[in-house]
């Protein structure tokens, strides 16, 4: 079968016919009723598409897609981790789902029973005293985060407008620090990928508001020295902020709380299995120490006499960042995970998406050499080999080649601290046989790329769209209406 017949590229406008349609409406007082100046001068552009034709069409479409529910999609920095059925179920009951979000509180006694007990959970599991889930993203809850450190430094009446980022930690991190308003300290880490502490202390000074890390940090290390960081950091009077996009590895194991974390941001995507992609809707809650608890957003769900009820009156809040209760779809569908596992369970989560991103990196590393030689904890850094480099082969052949095969590439060029990074995440959810096969097609593609190098360069060759000129396809998209 040929490509033209195995994949159909034509937009829905590009099959439409003149007079087809799926459904009739034929309503002619509806006409007559709509107001003159309300009324179009012309038909607007739709497809015209039967119901069969339409049906067909999007079906096909959506069998092109690469997705955690059909490809191992091993996306470093990212946890592309299986997204449980049962959270839909429980996301999906309409006693949440026709609740209007102006309801008053006392007919909203379910969703923000959950929102409540969901805190006292989180905090448990991260050994925090305090939390808002009213961020909707990641990012979102960083700034949040920040702007929280900031009304504390207001309070006690410190000017402070600097904080540290280290080379290792997420592209968020500095971007959230200059949103907020202040000048970013970007530090260096060692050949190892960790924090240098000497470096650390050179940066820390009476301007020095925040340190914000990734822990695990993006080449997928712990940060072993992270108490001697919090001690120089307190010392400092400086706040220590995690990043907690890559909890999935501790969570269980360890409370970042009791290493001498201040706040943290949870992305319930990446560690408490709500869906991820396609540009939200998300939730990106905060976790804080008691210190800075009086500044978290407003409104807080509190309880009292056995109700619950949200509080406005909150003095020293940063005030509102998101309307209603956020995102609380999500919120349903982390809170069904966080009901699902306990103490045992987490840890476990934690142990074997750590047990396979190492089983990858070392079945792989002869072949691709690693960045670090540390142990990974979630995901683990490679690159091409020098073999592969002199052959010209770069980190985007390896990608697009994997599509080929069915896999989804892992992410690639970052972090940026890595020459042709390939950031391999597998998760917990993925078998061994899954993994066997990623890597015996990582090990066939290595093969290819020494033996037949201009083959893999022009990856992909099954997919309905080609190697592109992506610097041509950034500078002059071609955009089809």
Known sequence: MNDIMKFDNELSIEKSRTGKRGLHFNCPSCQANIPLEAARKSE??????????????FTRLSKYNFSVDTHFYPLGSCTMKYNPRINEEVSSLEGFTSLHPMSLDENSQGTLEIIYDAHQRLCELC????????????????YTGILLAKKHFSVIGEERDEIIVP??????????????????????STPEGLLDIETLKKHLNSKTAVIMMTVPNTLGIFEKNIKTICELSHKNGTLVYMDGANLNALIGLIKPGDFGID????NMHKTFSTPHGG???????????????????????????????LNENLPLSIGRIKSHFGNTQVLLRAYAYLLKHGPKEFAEIAENAILNANYVKSALENLF??????????????APSKELADKGIKTLDIAKRLLDYGFHAPTVYFPLIVHEAIMIEPTETESKETLDSFIETMRKINEEALNNPEFVKNAPHTMPVKRLDEVLAARQPNIKW
């Not at 607007?44 to 069409?57: G, I, M, N, Y």
């Not at 050994?127 to 961020?135: E, Q, R, Y």
């Not at 050499?369 to 490679?382: F, I, Q, T």
Request: with cysteine; aromatic share 8%; hydrophobic share 35%.
């Open 369 to 382: 050499p690693p960045y670090s030689k540390e142990y990974c904890m979630h995901e683990c850094v490679l």
């Open 279 to 309: 540009g939200g809707p998300g939730a990106g809650g905060i976790l804080v120490k008691k210190k800075l608890s009086p500044y978290l957003p407003k409104p807080k769900v509190e309880k009292k006499d056995g109700k619950y009820f």
């Open 127 to 142: 050994g925090m005293d305090d939390a808002t889930l009213w961020p909707v993203a990641g990012a979102h809850g960083e």
């Open 44 to 57: 607007p552009k739709l497809p015209q598409l039967s119901e069969f034709d339409a049906v067909r069409h």
């Open 263 to 266: 706040m943290m941001h949870l």
């Open 167 to 188: 080379d290792s930690a997420h592209g968020t991190n500095p971007a959230t620090a200059s949103m907020a308003g202040f000048k970013t300290i970007n530090i260096q």
